[in-house]
């Protein structure tokens, strides 16, 4: 079963834009793997609240990155 997981900061994408990531995501697993891979691709989109991620050691949050 392919998987895919999106980790994105909490409250940037609206819900047409998930949509657009599982729909998108799907139909690349589906040209790879074949139509049989459409029925059983899991593809999540998760929301990481504000300061719950960072780079090289550093917390980022939204502000920074707006910045």
């Known amino acids: 079963m392919p998987f895919a997981n999106f980790k994105v900061p909490e409250k940037t994408?609206?819900?047409?834009?998930?949509?657009?990531?599982?729909?998108?995501?799907?139909e690349l697993y589906v040209r790879i793997y074949g139509e049989r891979a459409r029925a059983t691709t899991m593809v999540l989109?998760?929301?990481?609240?504000?300061?719950?991620?960072?780079?090289?050691?550093?917390?980022?949050?939204?502000?920074?990155?707006?910045g």
């Not at 994408?13 to 799907?26: A, N, P, R, S």
């Not at 998760?46 to 990155?65: M, R």
């Open 13 to 26: 994408l609206d819900e047409k834009q998930k949509e657009q990531i599982v729909t998108e995501t799907t």
């Open 45 to 66: 989109v998760e929301e990481v609240a504000d300061g719950g991620w960072g780079i090289g050691g550093d917390v980022l949050t939204l502000a920074e990155l707006n």
